[in-house]
Nanobody, 118 residues
Framework: QVQLVESGGGMVQPGGSLRLSCAAS????????MGWYRQAPGKQRELVAS???????NYADSVKGRFTISRDNAKNTVYLQMNSLKPEDTAVYYC????????????WGQGTQVTVSS
């Protein structure tokens, strides 16, 4: 099992910045991916950004150039730096950890609210 603890959500004005953190603990495989997803009211959950244990990153087109994902493998922590925030970024943001073993093992955080509003 892997436990995920998220922090850093909140309310910010358009154009502002927030930094999300997600710390993982438990049975973490050496090959894994950590990522951030978001779900706005009435919409499906979508990938925001992900990063592999080797450092490869992937971003949704809607956040490219504004968001940066990074990780500290020593701390098993992933970060999402969100700049130039827009009202359409408002959502609950979820951290996801995937262990790569004989199959994929997915774990989710509890979610943190991000609200962009003037």
């Amino acid at each position: 099992q892997v436990q995920l603890v998220e922090s850093g959500g909140g309310m910010v004005q358009p154009g502002g910045s927030l930094r999300l953190s997600c710390a993982a603990s438990g049975s973490i495989f050496s090959i894994n991916t950590m990522g951030w997803y978001r779900q706005a009211p009435g919409k499906q959950r979508e990938l925001v950004a992900s990063i592999t244990s080797g450092g490869s990153t992937n971003y949704a087109d809607s956040v490219k150039g504004r968001f940066t994902i990074s990780r500290d493998n020593a701390k098993n922590t992933v970060y999402l730096q969100m700049n130039s925030l827009k009202p359409e970024d408002t959502a609950v943001y979820y951290c996801k950890h995937t262990n790569y073993g004989l199959r994929l093992y997915d774990y989710w955080g509890q979610g943190t609210q991000v609200t962009v509003s003037s």
